[in-house]
């Protein structure tokens, strides 16, 4: 990304190994996140950034300290690049690695190969080579499924909870998934797209809450006797959403927020009289992966399909204009 709202594909050399630790991987395929239009719509900075961190792929060379993957292996890989092995990544907080480097910006995976450092603690192999069909799982798994499935686990749902989620895109709606996944009793998801509505409720939403801010606070109060939601998942990252999700929490209830905040600002007041846990951050998907992958292999779970738009690489600027105007929800790109 060049500027703002400016996307080219363009040759660059292609990546070697420099530490012992690296993999050289050939994409198969690859992504555009809802993260990354905040560099498009010139919210965060942007100049002549190498875009992407969402990649599934097979290994194409290893460097001499690589052990658990070796060159035709089939990968998924976390967007964060971690050790997978020091004190933070150990407690499960890969995403905080001591180590950590994230995949946006200086590796960028809108490409057709890449240099992942740490292979060993960041690449997770597939059982085999994948059907064609579960490739869009898999490359779900690499973010917005691991970063789903980690606010449904920092929201604690489970048997018995009602979960609402924040936000009808890619990430909220595998945060339904892995809320259903992980047993909720009830999951209402906020979502005024009839679209969206529908890949939510095939995902497991129960309700479904149109309201927003306020009144979505309040419908969600009313839906649940007044308490608020046991769980609640934020996936947008706006003042208004977070709001939303701080208000619609239930004292003593569990707020996961994974929607990357820009210029959020929480009144320390609302947050102490709310009485609510809170976890959130980039979310530690290499902690998820293991069992996200198997759970897709078994096709026990189906993330493909936020998938709504899939394109060649050389197109991902039509790619990125389609999410900004909201004709995609997320776009894959096949390399
Ligand atoms: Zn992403
Ligand atoms: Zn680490």
């Not at 996307?7 to 993999?23: F, G, M, S």
């Not at 991987?25 to 993260?35: D, F, P, Q, R």
């Not at 064609?132 to 490359?139: N, Q, S």
């Amino acid at each position: 990304m060049h500027t703002p709202g400016d996307v080219r594909v363009e040759d660059r050399a292609d990546p070697e190994i420099l530490e012992p630790t690296d993999a050289i991987i050939k994409l198969t395929a690859t992504c555009i996140c809802g993260s990354d239009l905040w560099p498009y719509r010139g919210i965060e900075p942007v100049d002549h950034t190498a875009m992407g961190h969402e990649y599934v792929g097979v290994v194409e060379q290893v460097g001499s300290a690589v052990t658990t993957v070796v060159p035709g292996d089939f990968v998924v890989g976390s967007f964060v690049i971690s050790c997978n092995e020091c004190e933070i990544c150990r407690a499960g907080f890969q995403s905080k690695c001591v180590h950590a480097e994230f995949v946006a910006g200086g590796i960028g995976t809108q490409a057709e190969k890449a240099r992942i450092p740490h292979a060993d603690g960041t690449l997770v192999k597939t059982p085999g080579e994948p059907d064609p069909e579960i490739i869009p799982a898999l490359l779900a798994a690499s973010d917005v499924l691991g970063t789903g499935w980690f606010a449904a686990v920092a929201a604690e749902a489970g048997p018995g909870k009602t979960v609402a989620v924040v936000g009808d895109g890619a990430v909220g709606l595998m945060g339904v998934l892995a809320a259903k996944r992980l047993g909720a009793e009830r999951i209402i998801a906020m979502s005024r797209h009839p679209e969206r509505q529908e890949l939510a409720r095939y995902y497991g939403a129960t309700d479904i809450v149109e309201e927003r801010g306020e009144a979505g606070v309040a419908k969600i109060k009313e839906l649940t006797g007044g308490l608020g939601a046991h769980s609640v998942i934020e996936a947008v990252g706006t003042q208004e959403s977070f709001m939303q999700a701080v208000g619609a929490t239930r004292g003593g209830g569990h707020l996961g927020y994974v929607g990357v905040n820009h210029d959020v600002q929480i009144p320390g007041i609302q947050l102490f009289f709310a009485g609510i846990h809170t976890l959130g951050g980039p979310a530690p998907v290499r902690r998820f992966l293991p069992e996200l992958i198997q759970l897709i292999w078994d096709r026990e779970i189906d993330p493909g399909k936020v998938f709504d738009l899939t394109l060649p690489l050389e197109q991902a600027a039509e790619g990125y204009q389609a999410m900004d105007e909201r004709r995609a929800t997320k776009v894959l790109l096949t390399v």
